[in-house]
């Protein structure tokens, strides 16, 4: 292990919450890689976008904005291609914001533990970079090292380093924390799973049984690409979809959906879904789609049963299904932080203008009422100026 280094501020995450962020403490004069530093676990930029699927283009998804200092470049995601995967235009205009403001991320960079150390905050992270073979071996011993038990983890091989800090922000996002409700008989489903988070093209589901579940955008993107490709089709939401008369996210919706987000997360509530506080804006490809009975989402299953889910009481019935696809949302990725306790009883974290409140060290970008790209954006700011006034 290196021996530790010491700075004012770790920003954990370099998608949009994490770069506006670090956007802001260059404002302020603080120097990259120096006074503060970014970690990231994913191998190149772009965040969660970097993951996402090739199908999913500007011009399908919602509004992404951009980040702050972005025009300095001369780019805006209002102009940029929309018919090009989102996926690659993020990563590239990511990666080009970084290079100009010289934000020196580290990547990729897991952290794993953040621990309160007295005065400072320890940051534990590993260098996910692929070793070379001899390198690993040399790791582990010649012969590789036995394990007591079967149920010792091994020890791991990646570099293990550690960095303390002054101040943490936390801007990790929800790619890594998918979410799957639980039905009977799940596990014994003979098909496959699959969330949003593992979904990459149509065409694995040709000729498969398919029963998409979910109420939001992705779900209805997913009905619409398998229309042509799957052998069957079955969409289910446990809510009644609250389609919008409108084609844009209706800005009313959203900031009602933006005030539940922030009521929840500054009474340290777990947060409820974004779409149940928007409603779903109905693009003309999306009404097309209603209109040939294809986008009529029925009941939720109440449970699974060998390669079918299966509906009781009234509306009895049942569905094959080879394939479920849980378009079922995410939720804030937050496991390296429970060292810190940060968690309160109702489920989450109190957090108020991006500032953890029972400690002011700690700040959460891009959580709570900040989770899309524009309040990810406004978080840099907040946040950065708060820091600011404490070191
Ligand atoms: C399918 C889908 C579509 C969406 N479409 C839109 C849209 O059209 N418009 C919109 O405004 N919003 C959209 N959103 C929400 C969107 O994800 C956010 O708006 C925004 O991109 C999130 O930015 P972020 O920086 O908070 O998180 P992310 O982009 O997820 O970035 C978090 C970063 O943290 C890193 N990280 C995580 N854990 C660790 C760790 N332990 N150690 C080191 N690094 C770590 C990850 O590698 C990642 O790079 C969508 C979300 C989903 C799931």
Sequence with gaps: MTSPERVKVVVIGAGQAGLSVAFYLRRFELVADQDFVMLDRAPGPGGAWQHRWSSLRLGTAHKVNDLPGMSELGLSFDTADRNLPAKAVVADYYDRFEQHFDLRVR???????????????????????????????????????????????????????????????????????PFVPYYPGMAEFAGRHVHTSDFTDAEDFRDKHVVVVGGGTSAIGFMLELEEVAAGLTWVSRRPIDWLDRQELDLEGASAAVAMQDEAARSGRALPSIVSGTGVPKSRRMAA???????????????????????EGENSGMARADVIIWATGFRPD??????????????????????????????????????????????GRM????????L
């Design 383 to 390: 946040i950065a100026r708060q820091i600011m006034a404490m």
């Design 334 to 379: 937050l496991r390296h932080l429970a060292p810190l306790k940060l968690r309160e009883k109702a489920g989450g974290i109190t957090v108020g203008q991006g500032a953890a409140w029972s400690d002011p060290r700690i700040f959460l970008a891009g959580y709570g009422p900040q989770a899309s790209t524009i309040g990810a954006s406004r978080a």
């Design 289 to 311: 789609g209603i209109e040939r009975g294809l986008l009529v989402a029925r009941p939720m299953f109440d449970r699974i049963e060998g390669d079918r889910v299966v509906w």
């Design 107 to 177: 990547r990729p960079m897991n952290v794993r533990q953040v621990v309160n150390a007295g005065v400072d905050l320890q940051v534990r992270y590993e260098d996910l970079t692929p070793q070379p073979l001899e390198e690993q071996k040399a790791a582990r011993g010649l012969f590789g090292r036995r394990r007591k038990t079967f149920e010792e983890p091994a020890e791991p091989t990646a570099p293990q380093h550690e960095i303390s800090t002054q101040f943490l922000v936390n801007a990790t996002g929800t790619w890594g924390s």
